[in-house]
């Protein structure tokens, strides 16, 4: 048994800590509870662009903007059919409060760089913290702990208390077995997206999904399952981002020392002062980095002819459809692909405009850049005979898939350079459902009603909004953690 606070927070990412520290300096007592054995979440390993309007990095370059434009714009990124599902008048709320969280995160110490081009966004809006996501963790961790809020790491909610209708508390299992924890005000469910549960995949997506993995292993839709338990509805559970092919990331001995930059402290205050002066050639070059490690190799590669194949050297699909390739590739016994490029390939995609993977108008990643940048991906040889992969696939059959290939294919895989590149898998990156909520982020029942004492921030709290783009799902986090503390006061 714990002593009541005012508020619990289920969740320790971005829009959890983020949660955490509004409330707290609203002056209520706070307790987090965390399933892992530390913070971070998805928004810790996100590259932690944050997209918003009228910010003052738009300011400083002239860049004219407006709310109107943003929530206009931001409806171009989803096929039609998807964005039909957006619950506009929540997005446009959020997209009206993100740049006072930008403000605030500034506030604490978070330091960006941009705004950064994202088409079909109609000015730049994109600004990226210096040096990455873990910034954002580190941040907020650093100012929770000066003002002594608790964070309970390893420490599970396997279900809501109530009374009647309110919420008044979870139970918590541990190493220290069970127990019960209680909240005056509220509880804050910010537990992240369910995109590796292959359950809640295999229910609201289709069973054929359900072997998919999400790129968060700790994924497991635990908050919306909270949300159904105290019987709220949840929005929008069949779409997601992805399955999408991703090349799996570096071995840790080979991590970019992009990674190993201190996210707090002095360097980010230092960084965000120089990189306005720093050459274009020199940020595409970090950017291109970040590419060869996060995006996913373009499409059109397939439609040029490369092939894909298991690490027997079998093709078991048609490459150019999705998410037809993706649902193939997770039934390969190891889940991993491999792309075959010929010697035409290979010089296709070694220039603009074919480019192996993008951050639009910022950066493009060429062949030569994933040779040069992850040779744990690459074998390269003037012959099939010869390719010897790094990751040790036995590609038996790579020579006999090739030669059956030519047979029909209109553009034959011929010449003396070949490359292989992966592995690739199959990945959600994240998922779009989560509990309809209110603006006070007050999570509704199936009436409309809210249930007393129960909140929902970040990816369990997105309401029915559709958030396509980089930078929109981060900034929901975070704007939502932030707003949910100022109506706890309230509360």
């Known amino acids: 048994m714990s002593g009541p606070v005012d508020v619990i927070v289920v969740g320790a ?102 705004p950064f081009p994202e088409p079909p966004n109609r000015v730049p809006r994109m600004q990226n913290v210096i040096p990455n996501a873990r910034a954002y963790i580190v941040t907020l961790l650093s100012h929770l702990q000066r003002r002594g809020v ?132 020199l940020v595409r070059a970090v950017i291109k980095r970040l590419l060869v490690t996060w995006q996913h190799p373009e499409n059109s590669l397939f439609e040029e002819g490369a092939i894909l194949v298991n690490s027997d050297g079998c093709r078991f699909c048609d ?23 010929d010697e035409r390939l290979c010089g296709l995609y070694s220039a603009w405009p074919r480019f192996l993977s993008t951050a639009p108008e910022i950066a493009y990643a060429y062949l030569d850049d994933y040779l040069r940048l992850r040779p744990d991906l690459c074998a390269q040889a003037a012959s099939l005979d010869q390719l010897k992969h790094p990751a040790g696939p036995a590609l038996t059959h790579l020579e006999t898939t090739v030669r059956e290939w030519n047979a029909t294919a209109s553009q034959p895989l011929t010449g003396a350079r070949w490359v292989l590149l992966g592995p690739v898998k199959a990945w959600f990156t994240t998922t779009e459902g989560g509990a309809a909520v209110d603006a006070s982020l007050r999570v509704l029942d199936r009436t409309g009603e809210p249930i007393p004492n129960l909140y929902a921030v970040g990816q369990n709290g997105l309401g029915g909004m559709i958030l396509w783009g980089h930078g929109l799902h981060i900034a929901w986090a975070l704007t939502s953690g932030r707003l949910v503390g100022k109506v706890l006061a309230r509360a």
């Not at 707290?24 to 530390?38: F, I, P, Q, R």
């Not at 490459?319 to 075959?340: C, M, N, V």
């Open 319 to 341: 490459e150019t459809k999705s998410p037809e390739r993706e649902i193939a590739l997770s039934r390969q016994p190891d889940g991993h692909g491999y792309l075959l490029l």
């Open 13 to 114: 990412g971005g829009s959890g800590l983020a949660a955490a520290l509004s409330a707290a300096e609203e002056g209520l007592s706070v307790l987090v509870l965390e399933k892992c054995a530390a913070a971070g979440g998805t928004t810790g390993i996100a590259i932690g662009s944050f997209t918003a309007n009228r910010t003052p990095f738009q300011q400083r370059q002239g860049i004219d903007d407006s709310l109107d434009d943003h929530a206009h714009d931001a409806g171009l990124f989803a096929s039609p059919e998807i964005e039909a599902c957006n619950r506009d008048d929540l997005r446009r709320y959020f997209l009206d409060e993100a740049r006072a969280t930008l403000l605030w995160l500034e506030k604490l110490g978070v330091r960006f760089h941009g």
């Open 150 to 281: 608790e964070i309970r790491y390893n420490t599970r909610v396997c279900r809501l208390l109530r009374e009647e209708t309110r919420v008044v508390g979870v139970a918590v299992e541990s190493g220290a077995g069970e127990c019960e924890c209680f909240a005056r005000r509220g509880v804050v469910l910010a537990a992240g997206d369910y995109a590796n549960s292959p359950e809640l995949i295999a229910r609201f997506k289709g069973e054929q999904f359900a072997g998919i993995e999400g790129i968060n292993p700790h994924a497991t839709g635990d908050g919306h399952r909270l949300v159904e338990q105290a019987g709220g509805e949840l929005l929008n559970m069949p779409i997601t981002y992805g399955p999408e092919l991703r090349f799996v990331p570096p071995p840790p001995q080979r991590r970019s020392w992009l990674a190993r930059l201190p996210a707090g402290g002095w360097f980010p205050r230092v960084a965000a002062r120089l990189l306005p002066f720093a050459p274009r050639s």
